[in-house]
Nanobody
Framework: QVQLVESGGGLVQPGDSLRLSCAAS????????MAWFRQAPGKEREFVAV????????FVADSVKGRFAICRDNGKNTVILRMNSLKREDTAVYYC???????????????????WGQGTQVTVSS
């Protein structure tokens, strides 16, 4: 069965950096679009970043553009989210998600993703 396991979360100060990792198993990784979503307390889960399976093209949400970057290593079945210049509003549980069917124009919509990790907490606080 498909498993997605996130790691790398923690407590950091504003302006710090973090690197989240998602290890995937039970799937043919290079056939899946991989994405990161996040859910802050009291808010709905929102799209953060995505990398497509075939082209490896990436797209990030406007709220994190210029600060976050996503990349994938098809040899290691891993997707990374690099987060720089963290802000308090980045505090959330970050989830890794996988989809074999999502089309490019819909990559930011979580309903397309059938596989999810358990999430990793990121807290930005001074």
């Amino acid at each position: 069965q498909v498993q997605l396991v996130e790691s790398g979360g923690g407590l950091v100060q504003p302006g710090d950096s973090l690197r989240l990792s998602c290890a995937a198993s039970g799937l043919t990784f290079n056939r899946y679009t991989m994405a990161w979503f996040r859910q802050a307390p009291g808010k709905e889960r929102e799209f953060v970043a995505v990398t497509s399976q075939r082209t490896g093209s990436t797209f990030v949400a406007d709220s994190v553009k210029g600060r976050f970057a996503i990349c994938r290593d098809n040899g290691k079945n891993t997707v990374i989210l690099r987060m720089n210049s963290l802000k308090r509003e980045d505090t959330a549980v970050y989830y890794c998600a996988a989809s074999a069917t999502v089309i490019v124009s819909q990559r930011g919509f979580q309903s397309w993703y059938g596989h999810w990790g358990q999430g990793t907490q990121v807290t930005v606080s001074s």
